[in-house]
């Protein structure tokens, strides 16, 4: 895309109300636009890495047999009377309005209730069983305080799975098999090294227990003790000498870390389908609850982690396979008209959708200024001088590492 | 895909409150699933035909030049009291809530606000003129009556456009090419013959006109006059003698129509820009209010047209660029372990996202009627009889056509 047909500019300062890192690196960017408090809009290259972001999850679900649905924001009180969760006692982070009859209606901040309600339709037998199914859902939460920039929003993207299965240890399986798929998601994200498996409390919606997923960060909100040889972690709430030893450690094993959550996967047992109605026949015709876990990724938190992590002093640094662009093409304006013919010559070569070209009428410093704050891997500056060499100058947004390569050497970074 | 994975399952009935033609048979195929009156959730192959409508979409608005963006649900009042649309009096579609502290807080019905409102950060000159974005928005309006099935809703799917122009000419240039675009993708989804652009008045929101796109269907919501030979069409808003002259035409060179509509452009001219305070500087350094205009499609309100305007009596026929599936492949059950082999062979050459495999240990008749149901434009009969003949039988759901084919010519239908 040429950077001159962009509509966002970089700025300066980020609202002032702003203290995160994340959401005032992402704002100055032009990634999101802060509608109000907790409330952020995803601009072009925002939009970009969330759509990156997606992709990877999506292939991780469809990996494991999940299929993609979408249920809706508006939520049928109903439903949710029948768990008790209506309750603004028992779920404070409601926001209800009132349908023009009067009735009340809910904004989706979770999805169980509905997507139980709903596979009353198609679950009746052990043939029906197991299903998994996901979306990527708007949730909505009216959070007392929205902090941490867009890492704890009151609108937000999700992720959220669901598996439905007939006996715990089909459960259970699924339940391995999703913790893989998310720490391959983490993984390819990026964030594999620093985000740990956290074993945390069920909280008193579940039956059993619940994992997180924490990434290791400065700016996160949970404490977490982790144990990095094992490669696994315990959450604040839970840690202590009995917790450890169950899981065959001891307290010295583990070091204190500040994280951020990134996704959580919660075993409701048969609890949720009791409450819900959701029975199936078994073999011998035996009328059964059906087994549920589910299964949640932050995607638009992540955007927030990944700038968290990985910014330095000169703005946002995006791995490789998130980043809106693989390139960031820089044309530095001369008289010459050969360098704007090279580097034409290479935007269409290397492809519009991997390339950000910045084509502006704009002076070379405040071009390198805005290419480290939007933080594409690779930044490929096209000049006279590098011309007169016949080699392209390959700044490594990262490492600041620049070394002159040729033009065949491109190739290979798309 | 295989049916025997699918979650869904076709069902005889429909909900007995649910009275429209396009809701019946989107719930009784499985593409949706209804929360409550006016809202539902896509299914794994409503949301199938949902992207392949987006992806048309798309393509064609990145065309003409726009960017896609995500704007937030959650609205701020501040925003919408600049053009006095806040107010439930000037608005009744609003539904609102309260933020913790006591703030009112709304949800997005529509975005030309919160849009404008940001465009305030990105335009100050002519230079960032013209700047042309979209999303695909889950809009979300607390109707009266929610009828029509999907084809309106409390809570939908909709593409909204907005340009940004210096001079009342590049928008005019603007709208021209949006409604070319908009032909297209109306064409590409298989609804072109039978969909008008319509004249209709602006409405108290907008300074100068608006138009429709106007499909002829017989559930439409909608009368309008057609003059079929020049392809225009008139809203019954605005049909008069006066009317159709200043087009050049007579009453009697038009004729009356249901239609449901299906998109709208409009033109705010720069009121809107004024009142929210969206000013450039032109060439000559002299302030001027942006010209603004907006442009709609209903994505998921299409999904009901298509099945309102195709469906027979047996079920849903989708138009080949938008249906879920390209083939229906139906395995009729026999002693031979031959026939599933050859299935289970097309099925892989064929590829999992072109297919949707009935491998279900079910009935000829009860597949066939499930096809039919579904409406995937071509069913291949893989049966014992067929294998001995060394052929396959392909039957076309439109028009119900069977012919016997080799192996070979599948290709030519992905």
Not at 235 to 247: D, L, Q, S
Not at 352 to 372: M, P
Not at 393 to 402: A, Q, S, V
Request: proline share 2%; with cysteine; hydrophobic share 35%.
């Amino acid at each position: 895309m040429r950077q001159s047909q962009l509509f966002t500019k970089t700025r300066r300062e980020a609202p002032s109300d702003e203290t995160s890192k994340n959401a005032q690196l992402l704002i100055r960017a032009g990634f999101i636009n802060k509608e109000m408090a907790g409330v952020y809009s995803l601009l072009p290259l925002g939009f970009k890495v969330v759509n990156n972001i997606k992709k990877i999850v999506s292939e991780e679900m469809e990996r494991i047999g999940s299929e993609e649905i979408i249920m809706s924001t508006l939520q049928n009180k109903e439903t949710w009377k029948k768990t008790d969760r209506w309750s603004d006692e028992k779920v404070d982070v409601w926001f209800k309005s009132e349908l023009k009859n009067g009735n009340d209606v809910g904004f989706g901040w979770s999805h169980e209730e509905p997507i139980t309600e709903m596979m009353k339709s198609f679950i009746a037998s052990y043939n029906d069983l197991p299903r998994y199914v996901h979306q990527f859902q708007n949730k909505l939460r009216n959070e007392v305080r929205a902090k941490s920039g867009i890492i704890r929003c009151r609108e937000f993207l999700m992720k959220d799975m669901y598996a439905f299965c007939a006996t715990d240890e089909d459960n259970m399986d699924f339940y391995k098999k999703s913790t893989n798929a998310y720490m391959n998601v983490f993984k390819r994200i990026g964030l594999g090294d620093i985000t740990f498996i956290t074993s945390a409390s069920g909280g008193f919606f579940t039956d059993k227990f619940s994992h997180e997923f924490q990434t290791i960060c400065e700016t996160g909100e949970d404490i977490i003790y982790i144990n990095k040889e094992k490669k696994v972690a315990v959450n604040k709430e839970i840690y202590n000498k009995e917790t450890v030893e169950k899981m065959g450690m001891v307290l010295e094993d583990f070091g204190e870390k500040k994280a951020a959550e990134v996704g959580n996967i919660f075993n409701f047992g048969t609890g949720k389908c009791e409450q819900m109605g959701l029975y199936f026949s078994d073999k011998d015709g035996v009328k059964k609850p059906v087994h549920l876990s589910s299964y949640g990724i932050g995607i638009t938190r992540l955007l927030g982690v990944l700038v968290e992590v990985f910014a330095d002093d000169k703005g946002i640094v995006w791995p490789e396979f998130v980043a809106p662009f693989k390139l960031h093409l820089i044309e530095i304006l001369s008289g010459k008209p050969e360098v704007k013919e090279k580097a034409e010559k290479i935007y269409k070569k290397m492809g519009e959708a991997n390339v950000l070209y910045d084509d502006r009428d704009a002076r070379a410093g405040e071009k390198f200024a805005d290419a480290d704050l939007i933080g594409i891997p690779y930044q490929v500056i096209v000049s006279e001088k590098n011309l007169l060499e016949g080699k392209l100058e390959l700044k490594n947004r990262k490492t600041g590492e620049i070394k002159m390569i040729k033009e065949d050497e491109l190739q290979d970074l798309c």
